[in-house]
């Protein structure tokens, strides 16, 4: 197979525009011809359902919440890049673009990373208009903050909420277009599969949360934005609904996964308190600006950190690292928190913490200034933990938290399935191996208002669809393969819950598919993941009924894609035998830890296409090439 | 810790519910409300029976997903915190502890602890926007707004959308949450274009949803898990009143 990018030729700084000129046009009276369906209704998809409405196109949105406001977006804290240069320091979309691809340990294409940046700024008249209350200077013009180790300020910020008002932003003109009859919303539906008619994406089937119902519905074009994946590993950032089953729907009816092994992990996240965990809550980085992280020297040192004098404590990140220390990029500081507690010198009830400790700062600036600074989180970490990080340093360990991987898509944002476009997270195009801080927003943003609204007239433009309804004979075979799965889980009647599933096969994902991975590792986890499988379709228990309300039939259905798609996920590690960003092999490194890529073999997109439940999947590759960057060793030195 | 649960268990809207009990037992105080409640129904699951049914997602404070009453109040005693933020250490061994969805008359129960609040969803749709087409934006930094105006309007687009401000409302209003929207918008330049119509249309709705009038109980503010204060009622009540008398009735 060849994964044609569809990157336009000629200078990066023309693609978009020139693309934009040769894509074709539908007449305006003729947009309300065509019909798309959007999956997800956080920052990609409210953005892009909202965009296509306006245009005249008829849409309906899906989400499994009762609100498209309570999609996960809205727990990002730290802010949106945009290249707009306001504070005059050096920024521009060059150096957004460029940093996106170093940042990315130049894994993604060029042309994706430079639209993105072109249309950053964009991002932010647009929010501006919608009403989002950005952070303001007192002269009245926007604020921003150098953010995530970026050395220019091109980060804005609504308080530490700003995935929140983005994402009503984005809400809000949903609302409007859903108020206007533009937009059907369809909530506490959740797709569990895509229909395929003529080898085009034409419709999905849904079950409706509240009673159980297994329905159709048709479209000219199908739209994931339906998130990342990083509850795989049972504990992350994630909300509890995230999951992997619209992707992994979409993947077994042939759409490509790329790089599902580039996961990112954060450093600073509350620590396990024990096994009734539920999730793990990330504390913004900024934290890192003012804390220092220590553990203690010894090994199995039990005291209270406050009782540990100075010269018994190591400040492994200043030690290591001296001229980034604190603010080491996020995949070093996370792999040197678990050196240390693979060590045995790690903190918290579990060993599994490290110190982030104020009481220089404090001494320093004074308790008021660092009150400013960070006092909501100080708050709600003494909410989770019942400590006052002011007397007591905060406790910190590293916990999944956004996936690069996803699925495969061209510079239209079309995947190998003609007419299923993926948008935000859900998709792998921009952010390479490894993703910058306040990235994520401005992705899922630019995708939804500024590319699928161009992109996808041009697919209706040059395509002829058959007339299909939801009585087409492929609507009712799918339906009934999701009845007779629905059934299967309900009828097994084992011992174990959905939730013991899914945390034991988290538990292996962790371990060898974690921060580090190794060969012997990745290859124990592919022995380990199946056997969880084929448990779970002979032990699983669920009670209730399937045509009700049943939050262990849901649970169940996104755990057992969960257990299919970890196997992808193990294989793709498996296979890229390099390190880059936030894929880690412990085979590969420099002296100083830092991830020894093997650009020769490796400069590529891997895409895997299924081959059944258990078969190893067929690795097929984009070669990525490098016309306007140079190849370069990060250095945090 | 042991607690004594009391748990509103309600087949679906038709079914008249009832409070249940249940004892559990290793409850640590670490875990968080929701994981007390998960711990429970894993329990349920393995006896063969159904868990309790209830709303939650992000599980940090923000989506506005989780909906319970607590001992008579929305989201429970602690102030400033949703429920799946409220920890069990809160609590005493021993407890009881008394678990209801949020009720109003404009939140329907669906299921056990699971309410309908679509309304909410309406109310947005009639007017919680500044139309603006995507592309339409102006340079963002074309139109200065004064420190004190975004602040205030940040205030109050804090507003999660739960609904505790119902809940906890005698009379079942929803000004909190309405005067929210309505303030944000009203404080800023980008919306005063549609700001008459919009306080009118957004009310109006609000009225024919079945939520209550506003007899200054205050209530909302101290079940509010983001401290919406009250004065945005004022200011939309003004706004309401010089819109009614100033704006034209649309046929």
Not at chain 1, 419 to 432: P, R, T, V
Not at chain 1, 529 to 557: C, H, M, Y
């Amino acid at each position: 197979m060849i994964l044609d990018s569809k990157i336009p030729s000629g200078p990066l700084k023309d693609k978009w525009d020139k693309h934009k000129f040769e894509m074709k046009l539908i007449n305006a009276a003729n947009k309300r011809k065509y019909k798309a369906i959007v999956v997800g209704t956080g920052l990609a998809g409210a953005s892009a359902a909202a965009s296509l409405a306006e245009l005249g196109y008829v849409v309906e949105a899906f989400t499994y919440n009762d609100s498209p406001r309570r999609a996960h977006s809205i727990a990002a804290q730290g802010g949106i890049n945009a290249a707009k240069n306001y504070p005059n320091d050096g920024d521009s979309i060059w150096r957004l673009f460029y940093d996106t691809v170093k940042g990315g340990d130049f894994r993604a294409r060029e042309g994706n990373v430079y639209r993105l940046a072109q249309v950053s700024n964009n991002i932010i008249d647009q929010c501006v208009a919608q009403g989002v209350p950005f952070a303001r200077e007192y002269g009245g013009l926007l604020d921003n903050r150098s953010f995530g180790g970026a050395q220019v300020s091109r980060t804005f910020y609504a308080r530490g909420q700003t995935g929140q008002q983005l994402l009503l932003g984005a809400y809000s003109a949903l609302s409007r277009a859903i108020g206007k009859k533009q937009v059907t919303m369809y909530n506490r539906k959740e797709m569990l599969d895509i229909v395929i008619i003529d080898s085009k994406a034409r419709g999905i089937v849904t079950r409706d949360l509240i009673n159980g119902k297994i329905e159709s519905f048709w479209a000219d074009a199908v739209i994931l934005a339906t998130g990342g994946y990083g509850n795989v590993f049972f504990l992350s950032t994630n909300a509890q609904a995230c999951n992997v089953t619209a992707s992994y729907r979409a993947y077994k009816k042939g759409a490509l996964f790329a790089n599902p092994c580039y996961t990112q992990i954060h450093p600073t996240c509350i620590p396990l308190s024990g096994e009734h965990q539920s999730k793990l809550t990330l504390m913004s980085e900024s934290l890192r600006n003012d804390g220092r992280i220590w553990v203690p020297k010894n090994k199995g040192d039990k005291r209270k950190p406050n009782e540990i004098p100075e010269e018994e404590r190591d400040y492994y990140l200043e030690r290591k690292y001296p001229s980034f220390g604190n603010l080491a990029p996020r995949d070093i500081s996370s792999r040197s928190a678990k050196e240390v507690c693979d060590e045995g010198r790690g903190v918290s009830a579990t060993g599994f913490g490290v110190y982030l400790d104020f009481a220089d700062s404090i001494n320093r600036l004074g308790k008021k200034v660092i009150e400013e600074r960070y006092g909501n989180l100080f708050e709600m970490y003494e909410r989770i933990v019942g400590e006052d990080p002011y007397k007591t340093p905060m406790m910190i360990y590293p916990a999944s938290h956004y996936t690069m991987g996803g699925l495969w898509v061209d510079y239209n944002l079309m995947s190998t399935i003609p007419g299923l476009h993926i948008l935000g997270e859900a998709n792998f195009s921009d952010h390479g191996a490894n993703r910058l801080g306040a990235s994520a927003l401005m992705q899922g943003l630019a995708d939804g208002y500024f590319v699928i609204p161009y992109t996808i007239g041009d697919y209706f433009a040059r395509n002829k669809f058959d007339k299909v309804n939801i009585d087409h004979p492929e609507f009712k075979k799918t339906e009934s393969e999701v009845i007779e799965k629905t059934n299967k889980l309900l009828s097994i009647k084992g011992k174990k819950t959905p939730t013991m599933f899914h945390r034991e096969l988290g538990e292996v994902m962790w371990e060898f598919c974690g921060m580090g991975r190794n060969e012997a590792g990745l290859k124990k986890a592919l022995e380990l993941v199946p056997k969880i499988r084929e448990e779970f379709w002979q032990n699983l228990t669920i009670t209730g009924e399937g045509n009700d309300l049943n939050i262990s039939l849901e649970k169940a259905g996104r755990v057992a894609d969960f257990l299919e798609f970890a196997e992808v996920l193990l294989w793709d590690a498996l296979e890229r035998d390099e390190s880059c960003g936030a894929h880690f092999r412990e085979e590969h490194q420099y002296p100083d830890g830092e991830a020894k890529r093997d650009d020769e073999h490796f400069a590529h997109v891997a895409a895997w296409e299924y081959r059944g439940v258990g078969n190893k999947p067929v690795r097929h590759i984009e070669p990525l090439e490098f016309e306007n960057v140079q190849l370069a060793v990060r250095s945090y030195k | 810790m042991r607690l004594k649960l009391f748990i509103w268990r309600q087949k679906n809207a038709t079914d008249k519910g009832h409070m249940e009990k249940y004892q559990v037992d290793d409850v640590l105080e670490d875990m968080s409300f929701l994981e007390m409640l998960d711990v429970l129904n894993e329990k349920l699951i393995l006896e063969g029976k159904e868990p309790v049914a209830f709303d939650h997602d992000c599980r940090e404070g923000i989506c506005g997903a989780c909906s319970l009453t607590i001992n008579g109040i929305p989201h429970g005693h602690e102030k400033a915190t949703t429920t799946c933020q409220l920890h069990m250490r809160k609590f005493k061994d021993g407890d009881s502890i008394y678990i209801e969805p949020f009720r109003a008359k404009a939140f329907p129960v669906i299921k056990d602890l699971v309410v309908d609040r679509s309304a909410f969803e309406r109310i947005m749709q009639a007017g919680g926007f500044i139309s603006i087409n995507t592309g339409n934006a102006i340079e963002a930094n074309a139109l200065p707004i004064s420190k004190k105006n975004a602040d205030l309007a940040m205030d109050a687009a804090q507003c999660i959308g739960c609904g505790a401000c119902v809940a906890a409302c005698p009379n079942g209003a929803a000004m909190l949450f309405v005067s929210a929207k309505v303030s944000q918008f009203a404080l800023l330049p980008q919306g005063q274009p549609e700001r008459k119509r919009r306080v009118l249309s957004m009310v109006g709705q609000m009225e024919k949803e079945g939520f209550g009038a506003c007899t200054n109980f205050y209530e909302c503010e101290a079940a509010c898990p983001k401290q919406i204060p009250v004065r945005f009622i004022a200011m939309m009540n003004r706004d309401y009143l010089c819109s009614r008398v100033t704006e034209p009735v649309e046929a």
